[in-house]
């Protein structure tokens, strides 16, 4: 009778033992051709080139002279008018002043939806008074009431307070957000109901609170939103060119008109019109190459 030990030899001699050949000759294996990750790495490839091929094109467009710019086939390289065209485009458009309007437009906006946006997300989640999801969800409507509605009435009020034509016409009806408070409410339900009893117990009151506790946890939304709301500040045309009506409180969207002619027997200058358009995107773009670093910060504080 076989022993036990006997048994296992016998079932170990029956496996077949697979011998890599690679391997036992000293060669190294050779992995498959990662096709997969080249048609990604193909696809976003094209993807950015489709989207940044235009801004390229204005940019080539600005560098040139007018007779560059008709010619055909289009000339696709830059030329050697860069710093001519930028200045003209600069003197004729008063490009310093719309600058000016702009980021002071496009900064009070952003901060004071910011600011608006906390303060009611602060307290539709941490206060308790009637009628709270009532009030949330009718600022939560008026998302779907279309802006142009809103136009008219708002332009009556703004013209009863005598704010036509001033920075408060300009930022003070475009502050409230309710995409924001909505963010914000959201995030501000995803903290724990143990670090507002130890606030409490510290002796903190709701905005020493909001201001030491919330607040560092929320740069990372303060910063996306802040980026979203100036872009949307700095684009924003109908409302300014309603409320406007002196070159001095024109904004960039709107004063870049300048450079377009205004008979129709003059040929329109390309170059000048997209240099001025090049400068006006300088400082969107700005902005969020600053605000990466607050994306980071947020996000290393958030996980500590």
């Known amino acids: 009778m076989p022993t036990a030990r006997a048994t296992v030899q016998t079932e170990v001699l029956r496996t077949p033992v697979r011998i890599d050949v690679a391997t036992a000759t000293g060669e190294p294996r050779r992995r498959p051709f990662p096709w997969g990750t080249v048609l990604v790495h193909a696809l976003l490839i094209l993807s950015v080139v489709v989207i940044a091929f235009p801004l390229y094109f204005a940019f080539a467009i600005s560098t040139q002279n007018l007779s560059e710019v008709v010619q055909k086939p ?9 710093v001519e065209n930028y200045t003209e485009a600069w003197r004729r458009a008063k490009m310093s002043n719309l600058l000016l309007n702009s980021t002071i437009v496009a900064v009070v906006i952003a901060v004071g939806k910011i600011a608006i946006s906390m303060l009611s997300a602060f307290a539709i989640v941490y206060f308790r008074f009637p009628f709270r999801q009532p ?3 009718m600022i939560f409507v008026t998302l779907m009431l279309p802006v142009p509605v809103r136009i008219l009435p708002t332009y009556e009020v703004v013209g009863n307070l005598g704010w036509l034509n001033t920075y408060a ?3 003070v009806p475009l502050m409230a957000s309710a995409t924001a408070t909505f963010l914000f409410r959201q995030f501000y339900m995803t903290i724990p109901n143990e670090l507002c009893e130890a606030a409490q117990l510290d002796g903190s009151g709701p905005m ?3 201001w030491s506790f919330l607040l560092p946890l929320s740069w990372a939304n303060i910063a996306a939103l802040f980026v979203v709301l100036f872009i949307y500040g ?3 045309y109908f409302w300014f060119l309603l409320v406007t009506n002196t ?4 904004t960039v969207v709107i004063g870049l008109e300048g450079l377009i002619p205004r008979s129709g027997t003059e040929q329109p200058t390309w170059n000048l019109i997209m240099a001025g358009a090049m400068m006006a995107l300088l400082p969107p773009v700005a902005v969020i190459v600053f605000m990466q670093r607050w994306f980071v910060k947020g996000l290393v504080e958030s996980e500590k």
């Open 208 to 210: 020493r609170f909001l």
């Open 74 to 82: 289009p000339r696709l390289l830059p030329s050697t008018h860069l």
């Open 247 to 250: 070159e001095s409180m024109r």
């Open 234 to 236: 700095w684009n924003e």
């Open 135 to 137: 009030v949330f969800w």
């Open 169 to 171: 016409g300009l930022t």
